[in-house]
């Protein structure tokens, strides 16, 4: 039996990599399910490649007059919604290579990425409650990072930020068992999962071989994580199989947190 069979599913940043990957996963389990970006046309395609049901909506998640809309248009089709993954994300790397660094960046740059990353959780976590209110159950799922349970000193404002998403999400769990709904939100921290987001990062130039060679080196499991990967985790997240988790970080980065890898000769 499909895992998410009748659910209704909405996925921003679904455009490409690891939120294109769940939509195709949900869709895969039975979900019915609504990808969501700024990319118009990269987020049509990715529908199109979804198993069965999956359709492309716009949504800017930094704009509440969008976040309203899109909510309205699926209760007024389904009468509510039954799982959102908050995956939208920027690094701030994508258009700008210029520091990044608690000393250097910019506010501008600082606030850019926040309001992606945070304000866009914020709003969807706002609008998903009061669309799961009344449904049997709810399960919202929040895109952190490892970068939000350690610091990143090169990129001070994507750590920040997915360190709020990774509070917000305690906070939202918290809340909506304080007021008696059944609805779960849970965090997931992927790290060195290579996915379109790395390219800024790693480069074109003759460096970018040893660069990825030197992140699968400390990585203890030697190598880069799948979008599919952290996909499997999102669909165990939003099946009732997890009924019982909420507020919970779950972490999906090859051992790097667990600690460094190191063989017995050098011990």
Known sequence: ??????????????????????????????????????NDALGAEAARRCPAHGE???????EEEEW?????????????LDVLVNNAGITGFETDVGPHDPEHASLERWR??????????????????????HRPSGSIINVSSRSGLVG??????????????????????MYCAEQGLNVRCNSIHPAAILTPMWEPMLGTGPDREARMAQIVSDTPMRRFGRSEEVAAL???????????????????????????AVSPAKE
Request: aromatic share 6%; net charge positive.
């Open 56 to 62: 492309y909506l716009h949504l800017d998640v930094r």
């Open 234 to 260: 999102a669909v165990l997240l939003a099946s009732d199989e997890a009924a019982y988790m909420t507020g919970a970080e779950l972490t999906i980065d090859g051992g790097l947190l667990a600690g460094s």
């Open 112 to 133: 850019d990425v926040h309001r992606t990353n945070l304000d866009g959780t914020f709003l969807g976590c706002k609008y998903a409650i009061r669309a799961m209110r």
């Open 152 to 173: 990143i000193p090169a990129a001070a404002a994507y750590a920040s930020s997915k360190a709020a998403v990774r509070n917000h999400t305690k906070t939202v769990a």
């Open 68 to 80: 309203r809309a899109v909510i309205a248009q699926l209760i007024d089709r389904h009468g509510g």
């Open 1 to 38: 039996m499909m895992r998410l069979a009748g659910k209704v599913a909405l996925i921003t940043g679904a455009a490409r990599g690891i939120g294109a990957a769940i939509a195709h996963a949900f869709s895969d389990e039975g979900a019915l399910v609504y990808l969501t970006d700024i």
